[in-house]
């Protein structure tokens, strides 16, 4: 069942078997709040049992551009087109989110995003092959964030 994020009164729903189950609803409102002032747009996320597709797309993505494979569980996922950008998200029970931001028509603007939720370890699958940059959040308290840019064509 979809759920819109609301990023005023945070709620753990669909978080809650996560050990950081607060921090990662932060981080999921903190995403929530960034779509909506910038593109006025409702963060709606669906189980990850329930959207099997863009689970399929993301680990394709992620295996084929950096061989990387996430053994924490997804809990739930976000797919949706703003303006000439397709996103996805994916959030994990360990309390990392992955988004893929994908341009419809520049190549050149394609990235998959690793974010981790206060007071999580980096996940292993990361551990050596990204540095985190910090981010301070109202919502989601201390971010560590890193990227790749996509090469391939998906």
């Avoid at 974010?115 to 996940?123: A, C, Q």
């Amino acid at each position: 069942m979809a759920y819109t994020v609301d990023f005023k009164n945070v709620s753990t729903v669909g978080l809650e078997s996560s050990p950081v189950a607060e921090a990662l609803a932060g981080l999921r409102a903190n995403e929530a709040r960034y779509f909506m002032n910038k593109y006025k747009h409702e963060f709606t996320v669906v189980p990850a049992s329930e959207s099997q597709a863009d689970m399929d797309y993301v680990n394709k993505i992620l295996k084929e551009e950096r061989n990387i494979e996430f053994a924490a569980k997804p809990l739930e996922t976000s797919r949706f087109q703003v303006e000439n950008i397709d996103w996805t998200y994916v959030f994990y029970e360990d309390g990392l989110s992955v988004n893929v931001l994908y341009t419809i028509d520049d190549p050149k603007k394609r990235a998959v995003g690793f974010k981790l939720s206060d007071g999580m370890e980096v996940p292993k699958e990361l551990e050596e092959k990204f540095k985190f940059a910090r981010q301070k959040s109202k919502l989601a308290g201390t971010i560590r964030g890193s990227y790749f840019v996509i090469k391939g064509e998906y």
